[in-house]
């Protein structure tokens, strides 16, 4: 299983960004696709998530400016950012998994396959 993100850079404070994520290797259809960032010094933290049922869940200090969504026909998982903050700044990482349930959604440990990371950098 392959997951490849792209699209980060350097924006402005309130610019936009679209981050992709290709998985390969699996039905992509039947999972759960999620963002989460890493801050410099932090600990990795939950972003957004979409369910195969096409649900989105999102961190509280995204919501209104983030959106998470899919294209099952090209296996790809988007972000959406806009409005973009310095405290956006961070690694972000596109995770998926088939066994995402409600009470374990915005945890790490329910994704078992990770993308690389892409950097976003917003400057004030």
């Known amino acids: 299983v392959q997951l490849q993100a792209s699209g980060g850079g350097l924006v402005q404070t309130g610019g936009s960004l679209t981050l992709s994520c290709v998985v390969s290797?699996?039905?992509?259809?039947?999972?759960?696709a999620a963002w989460f960032r890493q801050r410099p010094g932090e600990e990795r933290t939950f972003v957004a998530a979409?369910?195969?049922?096409?649900?989105?869940h999102y961190e509280d200090s995204v919501k209104g400016r983030f959106t998470i969504s899919r294209d099952n026909a090209k296996n790809t998982v988007y972000l959406r950012m806009n409005s973009l903050r310095p405290e956006d700044t961070a690694v972000y990482y596109c995770?998926?998994?088939?066994?995402?349930?409600?009470?374990?959604?915005?945890?790490?440990?329910?994704?078992?396959?990770w993308g690389q990371g892409t950097q976003v950098t917003v400057s004030s």
């Open positions: 995770a998926s998994s088939s066994s995402v349930i409600l009470s374990n959604l915005r945890s790490q440990s329910a994704y078992y396959d």
């Open positions: 979409i369910r195969y049922s096409g649900s989105t």
């Open positions: 290797g699996r039905t992509f259809s039947r999972l759960t």
